[in-house]
């Protein structure tokens, strides 16, 4: 479909960005905070570790007022489990609270909407050691945190996002630092999908109880959706396509918004005998969850072709968004049509628009981008600039390419990339930035710590500014 003009984007849309707890604030093990999974976990060589990352513990004040000087909508961050309840269940950390209290308070002064992650990627270390994911009872650790901070924060959070990425929680959980496989686990593969199964009947219990709690508030999950091309029109690639759209992106949304298995996974777990097991009223708790919109990750699509039996059995290879492939089910091939940013992921910006109209008519609820980012090398020059061109035009292409998908009829909430302020990379550290706002710091060495408004900065102002209508440089 040619678009002639471009359907301008909606009144009230959220132009923000995005951060997470444990990437952004450092302070790690301060004022009561809980050590999580990923501040015992063993980083990869040569990346800073989760202490300090870009302060924002100490520094939100100074940050949230940037974000309010580039016109931000809406922020979007999430709150560290072990923040509030340093054990993961018990003792409530009222500092914690405070805390989010003061973060939250500061985005109000400016009209900026919070938008809350209730998980992201940080379970509590004291949980990790009783099976994390894989105990049943996770279900209820989780929704006891989620009734804690409906009580706490409910007053003044209107839009909630349950898990993040819980797809690449449980196909690359190893390299996010995230997977709990309890010793002796005979069946690798089931205890992934038991564990998966946990979150899903977490999430699904979570959003009933948003909605009791906190009837005026609305809800969605938040996962990594990447559409599948195949590598060519030859048939069994277009099965291979299918296949991973199916374990990588619809397992997902279908069970999130319909409360069903897609029946590809469950047909591929059932070959391994990894079908996970309901427990009672798991079924039910399922189906009586109803999102209000649908939160995703985008960084780009991923192309693959029919598995010729090349493809090593490893259900956990890859990151997010470079997958190692499937066994039986996919092999990842390069896109030759597409570029690719210094740190190896493809750049898609049509697929962006592919992807959501693709998800629009699968599910027809509103949608909210809730990641979507170039990380880059960025250089501060010696006053105190960063030239990075590059990342404007990362985002100028996806925002048009948004507003396509609009114009092409599927309803928009808003846009939160990745990410408001410089902050530390799920596994390549620092080096890896993808800010509005620069941070002085390096991989190892603390510097300054001062911030920098990087030349995206005033370009995202403008693009806020006039509502996405002038996205020149
Ligand atoms: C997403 C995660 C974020 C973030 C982003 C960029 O998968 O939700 O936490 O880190 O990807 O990824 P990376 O840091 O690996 O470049």
């Known amino acids: 479909m040619k678009n002639e003009t471009l359907a301008p984007f909606p009144k009230n849309f959220f132009w923000g960005a995005s951060s997470s707890a444990y990437q952004v604030e450092g302070a790690n093990l301060e004022d009561g905070k809980g050590p999580s999974c990923q501040d015992v976990k063993e980083v990869p060589a040569g990346t800073s570790d989760l202490t300090v990352c870009a302060d924002f513990y100490h520094h939100y004040k100074e940050d949230i007022a940037l974000m309010a000087e580039m016109g931000f909508k809406s922020y979007r961050f999430s709150i560290a489990w072990t923040r509030i309840l340093p054990e993961g269940t018990g003792e409530i950390n009222q500092k914690g609270i405070d805390f989010y209290n003061n973060v939250i308070d500061e985005c109000l002064k400016y009209g900026i909407e919070p938008i809350v992650t209730m998980f992201h990627f940080d379970m509590p270390a004291a ?248 990380g880059a090398y960025d250089t501060l020059t010696e006053d105190g600039k960063v030239h990075d061109s590059y990342r404007i035009h990362y985002l100028q292409d996806h925002i048009h390419q948004l507003q396509e998908a609009i114009t092409d009829g599927c309803e928009m909430m808003g846009y939160n990339p990745w990410s408001a302020i410089d902050l530390i990379s799920t596994h390549e550290g620092m080096r890896k930035r993808y800010g509005f706002i620069y941070v002085d710091r390096d991989e190892f060495d603390l510097k300054t710590m001062k911030r920098y408004k990087k030349d995206s900065f005033e370009w995202y102002k403008k693009v806020i500014a006039t509502n996405g209508a002038d996205l020149s440089e």
């Open 127 to 374: 949980l990790d050691k009783r099976g994390s994911w894989s105990n049943p009872e996770s279900v209820e650790w989780f929704v006891n945190f989620a009734s804690i901070l409906f009580q706490s924060f409910g007053d003044r959070v209107k839009y909630w996002l349950t898990i993040n990425e819980q797809n690449m929680l449980t196909l690359v959980g190893p390299v996010i630092g995230t997977m709990c496989i309890p010793e002796g686990t005979e069946n690798v593969l089931k205890e992934i999908y038991q564990q998966n199964h946990h979150m899903l009947v977490a999430q699904a219990k979570a959003m009933v109880l948003c909605h009791e709690m906190l009837p005026e508030a609305k809800i969605g999950p938040a996962p990594n959706i990447s559409l599948v091309y195949p590598a060519s029109c030859k048939p069994e690639d277009v099965i291979a396509a299918q296949n991973f759209n199916a374990v990588r992106n619809w397992l997902y949304l279908d069970m999130a918004v319909n409360g069903v298995y897609n029946n590809l996974v469950w047909a591929w777990l059932g070959k391994y005998d990894a079908q996970p097991t309901f427990a009672e009223g798991d079924k039910e708790a399922m189906k009586n969850a109803h999102p209000d919109f649908i939160g995703f990750n985008y960084y780009n699509t991923a192309t693959v072709a029919e598995e010729d039996g090349s493809v090593a059995f490893n259900p956990v290879g890859g990151d997010q968004q470079n997958s190692d492939g499937l066994a039986g089910m996919y092999k990842t091939v390069r896109n030759e049509n597409l570029g690719k940013t210094e740190f190896g992921w493809e750049i898609d910006p049509v697929g962006f628009r592919a992807t959501i109209r693709e998800m629009y008519s699968r599910y027809r609820l509103p949608m909210l981008v809730t990641e979507n980012g170039l």
